[in-house]
């Protein structure tokens, strides 16, 4: 697993199929982003097929089918929405783009799984909600910093305990590595990647309310700027946001490009939980100075203080649940309204952020 790239990095866990071969059958459009292989990762690992895949570049279809070796590539994407054996698409095409993969999916009869952001504009997100509505589909985002992490899961069973009493906030750290010689074009354009707010922060979002156990909050306040990229006066390496949930409780999330050159991991990720009766921290990628592994979490409580090696722990069981969602028509993965209310809330910092100057 890559993980000095942000870009490339796909946990692997381990074989647990909700579904038996051939019942649950993925065709892929769109691989601009390396999210792609993260999300069919954990998939498969829950015993969908990767059958068909669509790409305008042959490079990065060579490259696909070489971890996917049972996708066949197609010469259109519209062979994929025909395909009445394909049950959902995964898209990880350039962020404006991957609102209309979605639509295509959404009325072709198939389910919608798409990284982040799903859409970059409001007029996306209304479409595709109607989209949704109208087919009885499920649509899901790739929040990979909560649902790819097996510290973030192994958060969610300390909560569960009581181990650190009733959340009272989250906070959020998502530094990424910029990487900048292997950024296509469309990565420093806003018209495409849809603000930093709207992409990376979309995982932020995700988290606060998910550890708050909220089902809806307000952006207080937000700001974006570029501070060391002039050369592309579009491009934001820096945004932050602060929200209220609706039952009382509070997140504030940081994110930005600066991950330095010498740290070991693509970001060093972290979450800190704060509780009545304790506080966890989750370092997911990388435990800096102490030891290159991801995965650590950190508690303190009434109790005393606690460290736990989340790894090959609690697996990801996002996917299996994504699933037995589609197949059953139920909503255990996530629900429906909470992806979009996400979303809704990534695209709102987005267009209310103060731009430092």
Same mark, same amino acid.
């Given at each position: 697993?890559? $993980?000095?790239?942000?870009?490339?990095?796909?946990?692997?866990?381990?074989?647990?199929?909700?579904?038996?071969?051939?019942?649950?059958?993925?065709?892929?459009?769109?691989?601009?982003?390396?999210?792609?292989?993260?999300?069919?990762?954990?998939?498969?690992?829950?015993? &969908?097929?990767?059958?068909?895949?669509?790409?305008?570049?042959?490079?990065?279809?060579?490259?696909?089918?070489?971890?996917?070796?049972?996708?066949?590539?197609?010469?259109?994407?519209?062979?994929?929405?025909?395909?009445?054996?394909?049950?959902?698409?995964?898209?990880?095409?350039?962020?404006?783009?991957?609102?209309?993969?979605?639509?295509? &999916?959404?009325?072709?009869?198939?389910?919608?799984?798409?990284?982040?952001?799903?859409?970059?504009?409001?007029?996306?997100?209304?479409?595709?909600?109607?989209?949704?509505?109208?087919?009885?589909?499920?649509? &899901?985002?790739? #929040?990979?910093?909560?649902?790819?992490?097996?510290?973030?899961?192994?958060?969610?069973?300390?909560?569960?305990?009581?181990?650190?009493?009733?959340?009272?906030?989250?906070?959020?750290?998502?530094?990424?590595?910029?990487?900048?010689?292997?950024?296509?074009?469309?990565?420093?354009?806003?018209?495409?990647?849809?603000?930093?707010?709207?992409?990376?922060?979309?995982?932020?979002?995700? /988290?606060?309310?998910?550890?708050?156990?909220?089902?809806?909050?307000?952006?207080?306040?937000?700001?974006?700027?570029?501070?060391?990229?002039?050369?592309?006066?579009? #491009?934001?390496?820096?945004?932050?946001?602060?929200?209220?949930?609706?039952?009382?409780?509070?997140?504030? #999330?940081?994110?930005?490009?600066?991950?330095?050159?010498?740290?070991?991991?693509?970001?060093?990720?972290?979450?800190?939980?704060?509780?009545?009766?304790?506080?966890?921290?989750?370092?997911?990628?990388?435990?800096?100075? $102490?030891?290159?592994?991801?995965?650590?979490?950190?508690?303190?409580?009434?109790?005393?203080?606690?460290? #736990?090696?989340?790894?090959?722990?609690?697996?990801?069981?996002?996917?299996?649940?994504?699933?037995?969602?589609?197949?059953?028509?139920?909503?255990?993965?996530?629900? /429906?309204?909470?992806?979009?209310?996400?979303?809704?809330?990534?695209?709102?910092?987005?267009?209310?952020?103060?731009?430092?100057?």
């Amino acid at each position: 697993m890559q $993980r000095k790239d942000g870009q490339m990095y796909a946990p692997v866990g381990r074989m647990q199929a909700v579904c038996e071969p051939g019942e649950f059958n993925i065709g892929v459009v769109g691989l601009d982003h390396g999210h792609i292989y993260g999300m069919c990762n954990g998939l498969v690992e829950s015993g &969908a097929g990767i059958t068909h895949v669509w790409d305008s570049s042959p490079e990065r279809l060579a490259a696909f089918v070489k971890a996917f070796p049972a996708a066949k590539i197609v010469a259109s994407e519209s062979e994929i929405y025909e395909n009445h054996s394909i049950d959902m698409v995964a898209t990880a095409a350039i962020p404006s783009d991957r609102a209309g993969i979605i639509l295509h &999916a959404l009325k072709s009869g198939k389910h919608a799984f798409s990284d982040k952001p799903a859409m970059t504009t409001r007029a996306q997100l209304t479409a595709i909600r109607s989209a949704v509505s109208q087919s009885k589909k499920h649509f &899901a985002v790739y #929040f990979s910093e909560r649902l790819h992490v097996e510290a973030a899961t192994y958060a969610d069973y300390l909560i569960a305990d009581g181990s650190i009493g009733k959340v009272l906030q989250t906070m959020v750290l998502g530094p990424h590595r910029l990487n900048k010689p292997s950024r296509p074009d469309w990565f420093f354009q806003k018209e495409k990647f849809g603000g930093i707010l709207t992409d990376i922060g979309s995982h932020q979002i995700d /988290q606060i309310l998910h550890y708050n156990n909220a089902l809806s909050a307000t952006v207080l306040s937000s700001k974006v700027g570029n501070y060391n990229n002039p050369e592309y006066p579009e #491009f934001e390496d820096f945004g932050d946001a602060s929200l209220l949930c609706e039952n009382g409780t509070s997140g504030y #999330f940081r994110v930005d490009w600066f991950t330095p050159d010498g740290l070991s991991a693509w970001g060093d990720g972290r979450t800190i939980i704060l509780g009545t009766e304790g506080y966890i921290e989750l370092r997911k990628y990388v435990d800096i100075a $102490r030891k290159d592994a991801p995965n650590f979490v950190y508690m303190a409580n009434h109790k005393g203080e606690y460290t #736990f090696d989340a790894s090959n722990t609690v697996g990801f069981p996002f996917f299996g649940r994504l699933i037995r969602d589609c197949l059953d028509d139920t909503e255990n993965a996530i629900s /429906q309204e909470y992806t979009f209310h996400v979303m809704e809330l990534a695209l709102t910092a987005q267009e209310i952020a103060l731009r430092i100057s």
